[in-house]
């Protein structure tokens, strides 16, 4: 049997609006291997929450539409399923953790509700099994006096304790897969790390495999096995993560770890990379990177760039390294 939990192949999605087809997603591949956590890490724009949507199959359609590769979960297509057959998956098979649990959850249903209701969709149980898995749940994430919460709306809880209320919920039915989509954005630094600290736990109790979107290198080095890299909707480096932190290769991946802050760094000012993420309406002739690029020649203005593999495992978008993964120039 293939530990290979999701296979994406040549994923792409764009939105068609009145400034014509936009690439929101452009031909990205990756795997999840059972148990093992993929990170996917860019600044804003970068595409990394709609490649999640996209896996979800919740991105909003219309304006924005598959238009290419497979999303293969456990061999199954997900690009070919009906929305019922979708939402089977959702929840049981793939459960998601969005940024801001304010929005995600309901504000006008109990705690308790939303839960028993997300366990009833996917698990044939009775009201009093759903309820009992509920109240374990919140124990199981590290909330006090879970009969209390259970009985609460989400405006009574803190935003530490929504987002574990999120995992719950999201692990209720011990998916195979549970997508992170920076769950740690809105919360302070200490309950940062116990949010993170709970999902690496719970991920090896239950086994199940984690795809954990951040624009936050640390966390990516703390928390993953493996790290897609994006930017303006491509892939531009993909590898282990130990390969990544030793020998980050593309500009870009070197610029945002140059940017990790340092207690041992001398330097006054922390690393920045000039310049923005691109517009989908405006995106560069060549090389995606190139406005942004110290490394950037003729050659990255008017070409773009493939992915190639200069080691095993190690693949990179950028001019400046061989097919052998020599690097042509400095």
Same mark, same amino acid.
């Given at each position: 049997m293939s530990d290979i939990i999701l296979d994406v192949?040549? /994923? =792409?999605?764009?939105?068609?609006?009145?400034?014509? $087809? /936009? %690439?929101?997603?452009? +031909?990205? =591949?990756?795997?999840? $291997?059972?148990? +093992?956590? /993929?990170? #996917?890490?860019? $600044?804003?724009?970068?595409?990394?929450?709609?490649?999640? @949507?996209?896996?979800? +199959? @919740?991105? %909003?359609? %219309? %304006?924005? +539409? #598959?238009?290419?590769?497979?999303i293969l979960f456990h061999g199954q297509d997900l690009t070919k399923l009906s929305k019922k057959e979708m939402r089977a998956i959702r929840g049981k098979g793939i459960a998601m953790i969005f940024q801001e649990p304010m929005t995600s959850l309901n504000p006008v249903l109990t705690i308790g509700k939303q839960l028993t209701e997300a366990i009833m969709a996917h698990e044939t149980v009775s009201k009093a099994e759903a309820r009992a898995r509920a109240l374990h749940m919140i124990d199981l994430v590290g909330i006090p006096m879970p009969e209390k919460i259970y009985a609460s709306c989400p405006h009574q809880l803190s935003g530490g304790m929504r987002q574990r209320i999120m995992i719950a919920m999201a692990l209720s039915c011990k998916p195979d897969l549970l997508i992170c989509d920076e769950p740690t954005t809105a919360l302070d630094v200490t309950i940062q790390a116990q949010i993170l600290d709970l999902i690496n736990r719970l991920k090896n109790e239950t086994g199940t495999s984690v795809m954990m979107i951040t624009h936050d290198m640390g966390v990516i080095n703390e928390m993953t096995d493996t790290v897609l890299v994006m930017y303006a909707g491509q892939v531009v480096e993909y590898a282990a993560t130990g390969e990544l932190f030793s020998r980050p290769s593309h500009p870009y991946t070197t610029g945002l770890i140059a940017s990790i802050p340092s207690l041992d760094r001398e330097e006054e000012e922390l690393n920045v990379i000039p310049g923005a993420v691109p517009m989908l309406y405006e995106l560069p002739e060549g090389c995606l990177f190139c406005p942004r690029c110290p490394y950037a020649t003729d050659r990255c203005r008017k070409e773009r760039p493939e992915l190639s593999e200069i080691a095993p495992g190690h693949q990179v978008r950028c001019f400046r390294y061989s097919s052998d993964g020599k690097e042509e120039r400095p």
């Open positions: 192949k040549d /994923l =792409s999605m764009s939105f068609f609006t009145d400034q014509g $087809e /936009l %690439p929101a997603v452009n +031909r990205v =591949s990756f795997q999840v $291997e059972k148990g +093992r956590t /993929l990170g #996917i890490v860019g $600044e804003s724009g970068c595409g990394k929450s709609m490649t999640s @949507l996209c896996v979800m +199959r @919740l991105f %909003p359609s %219309p %304006p924005g +539409r #598959i238009v290419g590769g497979s």
